[in-house]
């Protein structure tokens, strides 16, 4: 079935939300200065143990934050960026030794808003497909910097991961048992890769000495908003796909770009 009027529109709201300017460029912007002054100040403990903390956050999340979501229910979006508000605020307060033990508390915050957008787009959070879609998010950076790892189009960021998602999806599936726990590490690993770029904006602009708690609290704001329109677009696209096929919604998609190119 071909897409209508109220698809495309849907789609090139979907499209906007997921080429929206990247992490660092909104956290410049709040700063008033490049990230990179930053990225000198963040101490290089925290870069060097950043993967490790975010492969460990997103494996966890992976397997318990979606039950426990379908077991309490999910606060609205703006609980979710209130919550990610507190723990940059804590970690703003007491300094750079405190980054670490954010990531987690971070990730597992913007985890259940993503799969609370994903509910809404009529996904069900308890399906392992489901869950990694969600977790795809994650990899997603909108429109960044040239050399940025997170900075590529969006079929092509799920083209990098679509292989391991099968063989992950079954594993989750059996209760996260079984011989495919290393193709979910791996395929987590490559998620956390692309996380990890914007992990480290988001860490270098807390580590701007005069952020503070306040400043901490507002980073991470904008932090979690951005992986809130990342996964509204996503999800958006995914609802399509599932009405249209994967094609017809990527042909619509690529139609979009070159009507803008020409304008």
Same mark, same amino acid.
């Given at each position: 079935?071909?897409?209508?009027a109220?698809?495309?529109?849907?789609?090139?709201r979907?499209?906007?939300?997921?080429?929206?300017p990247?992490?660092?460029?909104?956290?410049?912007?709040?700063?008033g200065?490049?990230?990179?002054?930053?990225?000198?100040?963040?101490?290089?403990a925290?870069?060097?143990?950043l993967g490790?903390?975010?492969?460990?956050?997103?494996?966890?999340?992976?397997?318990?934050?979606?039950?426990?979501?379908?077991a309490?229910?999910?606060?609205?979006?703006?609980g979710?960026?209130?919550?990610?508000?507190a723990?940059?605020?804590?970690?703003?307060?007491?300094?750079?030794?405190?980054?670490?033990?954010?990531?987690?508390?971070?990730t597992?915050?913007i985890f259940?808003?993503?799969?609370?957008?994903?509910?809404?787009?009529?996904?069900?959070?308890?399906?392992?497909?489901?869950?990694?879609a969600?977790?795809?998010?994650? /990899?997603? &950076? *909108?429109? =960044?910097? @040239?050399?940025?790892?997170a900075? #590529?189009?969006?079929?092509? +960021?799920?083209?990098? %991961?679509?292989?391991?998602?099968?063989?992950?999806?079954?594993?989750? /599936?059996? &209760? *996260?048992? =079984?011989? @495919?726990?290393?193709?979910l590490? #791996?395929?987590?690993?490559? +998620?956390?890769e692309? %996380?990890g770029?914007?992990?480290?904006?988001?860490?270098?602009?807390? /580590?701007?000495p005069?952020? =503070?708690?306040?400043?901490?609290?507002?980073?991470?704001t904008?932090?979690?908003?951005?992986?809130?329109a990342?996964?509204e677009?996503h999800f958006?696209?995914?609802?399509?796909?599932?009405?249209?096929?994967?094609?017809?919604?990527?042909?619509?998609?690529?139609?979009?770009g070159?009507?803008?190119?020409?304008?």
């Amino acid at each position: 079935m071909p897409l209508t009027a109220d698809d495309r529109a849907d789609l090139a709201r979907a499209r906007a939300l997921l080429e929206k300017p990247g992490l660092a460029a909104q956290l410049s912007g709040y700063l008033g200065a490049p990230i990179e002054y930053g990225l000198r100040k963040l101490p290089a403990a925290v870069s060097r143990r950043l993967g490790t903390a975010l492969e460990a956050a997103l494996t966890r999340v992976a397997t318990t934050a979606v039950a426990t979501m379908e077991a309490t229910g999910a606060p609205a979006k703006g609980g979710h960026a209130l919550a990610a508000a507190a723990a940059g605020g804590v970690a703003g307060f007491f300094g750079p030794l405190t980054m670490l033990v954010e990531v987690p508390i971070t990730t597992g915050v913007i985890f259940r808003s993503i799969a609370a957008i994903a509910r809404a787009e009529g996904e069900n959070p308890a399906d392992p497909e489901t869950v990694l879609a969600c977790l795809e998010v994650f /990899a997603l &950076g *909108g429109t =960044g910097r @040239a050399d940025d790892a997170a900075d #590529a189009g969006y079929y092509a +960021v799920r083209a990098a %991961l679509a292989q391991q998602v099968k063989t992950s999806a079954d594993f989750l /599936a059996r &209760g *996260g048992a =079984g011989p @495919a726990a290393p193709m979910l590490v #791996a395929w987590i690993r490559r +998620v956390a890769e692309r %996380l990890g770029v914007q992990y480290t904006e988001k860490l270098a602009a807390q /580590a701007v000495p005069v952020v =503070g708690a306040v400043g901490g609290a507002a980073i991470n704001t904008i932090f979690i908003r951005h992986f809130q329109a990342m996964a509204e677009g996503h999800f958006v696209v995914r609802r399509l796909e599932r009405a249209h096929g994967r094609e017809a919604v990527a042909a619509a998609w690529d139609e979009l770009g070159d009507a803008r190119e020409k304008t």
